[in-house]
């Protein structure tokens, strides 16, 4: 009795990772045109073809049942038709096609062989350690970037909580407090307001202010209207830049 494929293929999941490796199947035209399936009827041909792709896409697993009810309407004609030209065979309740069994069987020694060297390499440790290497290179470049969010967010928060003196202060004073300090040390990772054993921004204000009026004489770090109107055009797009 001839054995019907697939023999020794393991498992449901295996059987779909072997259908993604090859999604199509080997077709000769000469073979159809020329072969014995032009004596069947045009309703078998179609039936034919349908059968074809069923039969691939179960991986050589398509009862007789359900082809007959399926691709043919319950109509057994149909079938006996591509039996009897040797299209297919039935064989214990299952159908048989040849030529899709010899490709079958023909991915499944590849993906053996695939197989058998990927357990070689995991052997030798080969992928775990390049699993190992990719996966702390992908965790240093996660905390990269989490702590240049983090620096961002400080930035932004102290921007955000100093322009809410606006109205008391110039835009100009209030750019020169922040480029101050938000100047970062050496390594880059702390900004010079962060270094602080305490900061409040309205008290470091007031201060900076004071000290802007002893050195210009202007009262309280102020300007006149036409002063102020002409720095806010000037720096006013610039100090809102990036908070947004």
Known sequence: MEVHFPDGFKGFFYLKNMAKELPYFQFEPSEWQNGDIQMASNEAKIAFIEILCSYWQRLGSLPYAFALQRHCNGKENALRELIDCNAIKEIEGQIVISFLDSQLKGLESKSQKARE?????????????????????????????????????????????????????????????????????????????????????????LTWSKNEKNFNGNSNGKMTTEERQAANRRIFQKVMEGTK
């Open 117 to 205: 060297s990927a357990n070689k390499r995991w052997n030798k440790g080969e992928n775990a350690n390049a699993i190992r290497t990719h996966t702390k290179r992908n965790a240093n470049r996660i905390e990269e970037n989490r702590i240049e969010e983090i620096k961002e967010s400080k930035e932004a928060v102290f921007k955000k909580n100093l322009l809410t003196f606006k109205e008391n202060y110039t835009l100009e004073l209030l750019e020169k407090f922040f480029l101050y300090w938000t100047e970062k040390n050496p390594n880059g990772k702390k900004m010079k307001f962060e270094m602080q054993k305490t900061f409040d921004i309205e008290r470091r204000l």
